[in-house]
């Protein structure tokens, strides 16, 4: 089994729609957690950053971090087609700058115009 | 955030050969990361490259397949060596700055072995 879980999709929406995102993990030390928009040949782009349990919000995405349930979503909301992509979740136990990421498999998102 | 450059960008090579990949940022930082992304799959961290001292290697690789270099806090190069075509995968540097920022990262080498 993974460490970190994350369902590859594709996942397809209209535009304007809510994009909902999720991993689950099995590790509890993981304290930091990531995700991360990758477009077709480039890199990884952080989006967003918590630490510990609670939400974050910017702008039109929401980070949810259950750490009870082992459990991190995304929300993109009012989606756009410049939001179809790969969104890669990722996890620390400690510092995220200092040390290993620990990444989901990334779930393929589709917003039709 | 820091700007990174990776080069190459990509990359057919013969099996047998060895390759160097260079990563360059524009300011200083304190941590450096090599990953690997094989073909529809996420990210696997080789090796945390460590300034003046010898990389540090996740299990499942070794400095005679992926030496790694890190003269100063702006640059890092990594090496495959004696490629095969299951070394065909996204190369990808990713740097850290201060403890609790995240990693940011390259857009990575597209590497195919032929």
């Not at chain 2, 003046?52 to 890190?70: C, L, M, N």
Request: charged fraction near 15%; proline fraction near 6%.
């Amino acid at each position: 089994q993974k460490e970190v879980e994350q369902d590859p999709g594709p996942l397809s929406v209209p535009e304007g729609a809510i994009v909902s995102l999720n991993c689950t993990y099995s590790n509890s030390a993981f304290q930091y957690f990531m995700w991360y928009r990758q477009y077709s040949r480039k890199g990884p782009e952080l989006l967003m950053y918590t630490y510990s349990s609670g939400n974050k919000e910017d702008g039109r995405f929401t980070a949810q971090v259950d750490k009870s349930s082992k459990y991190i979503s995304l929300f993109i909301r009012d989606s756009q087609p410049s939001d179809s992509a790969t969104y890669l979740c990722a996890m620390s136990p400690v510092t995220a700058a200092g040390n290993k990421l620990t990444f989901g498999g990334g779930t393929r998102v589709l917003v039709k115009p | 955030s820091a700007v990174i450059s990776q080069k190459p960008s990509r990359d057919i090579c013969q099996r047998g050969t060895s390759l160097t990949i260079q990563c360059q940022v524009d300011s200083q930082v304190t941590m450096m990361f090599w990953y690997r992304q094989q073909p529809g799959q996420s990210l696997t961290l080789i090796a945390t490259a460590n300034q003046g001292s010898e990389a540090t290697y996740e299990s499942g690789f070794v400095i005679d397949k992926f030496p790694i270099s890190r003269p100063n806090l702006t640059f890092s190069t990594l090496t495959v060596s004696n490629m095969s075509p299951e070394d065909s995968s996204i190369y990808l540097c990713s740097v850290g700055s201060s403890g609790d920022q995240p990693q940011h990262f390259g857009d990575g080498t597209r590497l195919s072995i032929l």
